[in-house]
């Protein structure tokens, strides 16, 4: 059975920094790439970051929303199953429920996502 969980989200101020984590089971963690995703009830789903797969000795790509570039910076260990989102200089309109997701395909584009976890609340006040 596949387990996607989100964790680490919570109230901040703006310019606050909150990391989160998303841990995998059920799952050949290495074979997919790993998303994340963020929606608020006034709006769809939609792409915040993704990271691709690893390559012997070679960092993985990563693809990141315009919103988003210079502030947040996605990572995965591989070893612990984990996919981190680095959320820093946090804004009122990060506030979302956000999700982590696992696909097949290095794309922006939720469709190619398949795993999906329940979410984590983040909460940024002015």
């Known amino acids: 059975q596949v387990q996607v969980i989100e964790s680490g989200g919570g109230l901040a101020k703006a310019g606050d920094s909150l990391s989160l984590s998303c841990v995998a089971s059920g799952v050949t963690f290495t074979r997919y790439v790993w998303g994340w995703f963020r929606q608020t009830p006034e709006k769809e789903r939609e792409f915040v970051g993704t990271i691709g797969r690893n390559n012997p000795g070679i960092e993985p790509n990563t693809i990141y929303a315009e919103f988003v570039k210079g502030r947040f910076n996605i990572s995965r260990d591989n070893a612990k199953n984990t996919v981190y989102l680095q959320m820093n200089n946090l804004e009122p309109g990060d506030t979302a429920i956000y999700y982590c997701?696992?696909?097949?395909?290095?794309?922006?584009?939720?469709?190619?996502?398949?795993?999906w976890g329940q979410g984590t609340q983040v909460t940024v006040s002015s």
């Open positions: 997701a696992a696909g097949g395909r290095f794309t922006t584009s939720k469709e190619y996502y398949d795993y």
